[in-house]
């Protein structure tokens, strides 16, 4: 991208992007190398958002901290970024071109010293479950966030930490990178744009009752999925049913669980689908001889993503029904799980026994209720809509819409051209007062 005129001599375009997912992320790699100063504040103790917890990427199936990490490679050769973990926004005052924005940034309790030796975590007492892993595992409260994490240093949960009785991290700590008296503090921060990258999470499943999310040990959701098939997950990798971490012969995947349903979420996610088909190979890969059943409306693989499906769809081992679940039951016995379900195309009633389901869960926008200002304008699944040089506020990525990674990415480049028309604005208004 192409340096855009600047504003007042030697000053620069500043930008604040507010989380640090592939969107956020990508919009500070594209804001930075057009010369503007950025601030990446987010609400985790490492970036790289929802992508850092899947296995592999469709369509490539490699490993989604490759991407992450050459953003990161990219943003370690700028001095324009700055990096803020552990923050959250706490309130945004002014107009475009004259924001000010209060970030509240919690105490991580680790300083820059750490080398990740984990001394602290062998003497840590105190375990928490790990929100990483969608609490299928736990870690000690003072914890490495995951393998791949940046920056690689531990953290402390506090919520569970014993810091006023215990010290033992302090005491084991060859580097003195603890700090167990750190406390929050407030930065403000004055920038012209704000690009808003907040991302999604999952679908509330416990609210599907009739498919027993939460409730049946082996109904587990997609995210899961792609922690158990992950390297750094509670089973290193291995795909194992939860009730007694035998390897599933029979997987069955529901597809829309949840979503576009008015009951729950209207939306589709755009990604399930593709996600699901992934989470097949991820089982065929470990187990050749498994059976794979999926249960869709329909199966929604636009483009060059069709390709992928069409090899899955010629596999033998693999099912597909045109047919949404209608209940998911039990045998407490053997821990299988029974799916009921209607075969829209022959109109018959079928049910399909399997050793593990997976609910392929849609994606919620993160910010909703997250205390960000409320007169950004949102559709009507809370997704951003606000996108305007006269607010000076652009969505990126999944907090504008559900999709994959390569469409957050172009939605990030299109976001930060947006903060330039900004500062374009500014400079045209008042000369003197763009960029500062
Ligand atoms: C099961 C599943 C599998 C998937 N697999 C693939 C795949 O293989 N390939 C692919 O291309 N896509 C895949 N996707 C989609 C992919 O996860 C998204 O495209 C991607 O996560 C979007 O990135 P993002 O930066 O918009 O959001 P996120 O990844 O959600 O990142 C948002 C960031 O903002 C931070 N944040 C949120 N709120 C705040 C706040 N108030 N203050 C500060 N920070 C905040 C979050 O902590 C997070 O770090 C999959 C999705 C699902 C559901």
Redesign the pocket.
Known sequence: MTVPSQGAEGSHPRVLV?????????AAVEASEAGAEVYV????A?????????A????K?CP?LCGVEIHLKRLRTTERVHLLTN???VSVAGSPGAFRVEVRVSPRGVNERCTACGECEKVCPKERPNPFNYGMDSTKAIHLPHEGAFPFRFAIDFDHCDGVTCAACVDACPYEAIDLEEQARIEVLEVGSLIV??????YEAARLEELGAGRIANVI???E??RLAAKGGPTEGKILRPSDGQEPETVAFVQCAGSRDELHLAHC?A??C???L??ARYVLEQYPEARITIFYIDIRAPGRLETFFHELEEDDRVELVKGKVARIDEDPATGDVTLTAEDTLSGRKMSVTANLAVL????VP??TG???PTQWDTDAHGFYTVNDASVGVFP?????R???????VK??TGAVLKTMQVEADQMKADPMKAGR
């Open positions: 507010l989380g640090g997912g592939m969107a956020g992320l990508s504040v987010e609400r985790n490492y970036l790289g958002g929802r992508v850092a917890q899947m592999k990427y469709f369509p199936l989604p923050a959250e926004v990258a907040t991302g999604w999470k999952p959701r997609n995210v999925m792609e996610s990604v399930c593709l996600a699901s992934k989470q392929a869960v849609g994606m993160e910010a997250a205390g960000l990126a990525g999944c907090a504008k559900p999709g994959e990674v390569s469409a957050c939605d990030a």
